[in-house]
Antibody, heavy 118, light 108 residues
Framework: EVQLVQSGAEVKKPGESLKISCKGS????????IAWVRQMPGKGLEWMGI????????RYGPSFQGQVTISADKSISTAYLQWSSLKASDTAMYYC???????????WGKGTTVTVSS | EIVLTQSPGTLSLSPGERATLSCRAS???????LAWYQQKPGQAPRLLIY???GRATGIPDRFSGGGSGTDFTLTISRLEPEDSAVYYC?????????FGQGTRLEIK
C-alpha cells in the first residue's frame, strides 16, 4: 500500500525552530515528487513547494520562498519541512502529498498540526 | 499567479440529487491541468479528478469533471450522505499551483 506517514503534532513557541517529516512507503520514493501544502485553521489549501528526492531538486511557492526549507533524505524515504524561527502565523495543518512534478497530488499524508503560541 | 474562484460557496442538496460545482480561473489553464479534491472534516484531501476530466483511482463514476480554458465543473450525480465535504479545485498548469477557496457541499 502506498503511504505517506507524517510526524506527530507539534507545539512550539515563537522564535523556535522546527522540522517535520513525511515518510513514504509502498512505492519508489525517488521516482515521485513530494509536495507540502498548508491549511491554516478554518481556511483553504495553499501549495508551499515541492521536492524531487531523487536529486533534491526543490521549488517553492512565492509566499513561502525564504520562509521554510524543504529537504529530503532518500536513504530513509523521508521528506522534511523546516522552519528556523517560527511565528504565530505558522500555526496550521501541514500536509505532504505525492506528485509527478508540479501536478495533481494523488497520495496524501494525514497531516501534521503545528501550533505556535507563547 | 492564477486565481481560482469556486462557486457556490455552499451547496445544500438532498440524497439522489445532482451537484454541479464551478471553478473559474483568472486566466486560461494550460492543457486542462485542473484537479478536484474532496476534504471531509478532520481528514486530508483526496484526489478525485485530474487533467480536468480523468477520474483518480478508486473514485466512483458518480464523480465527473469537465471544462477547459477558464471554466471547469465537477459534477456529482446521485448524491449520497458521505459526499458531504468541502471540494477544492487546483490548477497546476502555471506555477505556482493554486487552489480555489472551496465549495462546501451539505447533504440534507
Amino acid at each position: 500500500e502506498v503511504q505517506l506517514v507524517q510526524s506527530g503534532a507539534e507545539v512550539k513557541k515563537p522564535g523556535e525552530s522546527l522540522k517535520i517529516s513525511c515518510k513514504g512507503s509502498g512505492y519508489s520514493f525517488t521516482s515521485y515528487w513530494i509536495a507540502w501544502v498548508r491549511q491554516m485553521p478554518g481556511k483553504g489549501l495553499e501549495w508551499m513547494g515541492i521536492i524531487y528526492p531523487g536529486d533534491s531538486d526543490t521549488r517553492y511557492g512565492p509566499s513561502f520562498q525564504g520562509q521554510v526549507t524543504i529537504s529530503a533524505d532518500k536513504s530513509i524515504s523521508t521528506a522534511y519541512l523546516q522552519w528556523s524561527s517560527l511565528k504565530a502565523s505558522d500555526t496550521a495543518m501541514y500536509y505532504c502529498a505525492r506528485s509527478e512534478g508540479v501536478a495533481e497530488m494523488d497520495v496524501w499524508g494525514k497531516g501534521t498540526t503545528v501550533t505556535v503560541s507563547s | 499567479e492564477i486565481v481560482l474562484t469556486q462557486s457556490p460557496g455552499t451547496l445544500s442538496l438532498s440524497p439522489g440529487e445532482r451537484a454541479t460545482l464551478s471553478c473559474r480561473a483568472s486566466q486560461s489553464v494550460s492543457i486542462s491541468y485542473l484537479a478536484w479534491y474532496q476534504q471531509k472534516p478532520g481528514q486530508a484531501p483526496r484526489l478525485l479528478i485530474y487533467g480536468a476530466s480523468g477520474r483518480a483511482t478508486g473514485i466512483p463514476d458518480r464523480f465527473s469533471g469537465g471544462g477547459s480554458g477558464t471554466d471547469f465543473t465537477l459534477t456529482i450525480s446521485r448524491l449520497e450522505p458521505e459526499d458531504s465535504a468541502v471540494y477544492y479545485c487546483q490548477q497546476y498548469g502555471s506555477s505556482p499551483p493554486t487552489f480555489g477557496q472551496g465549495t462546501r457541499l451539505e447533504i440534507k
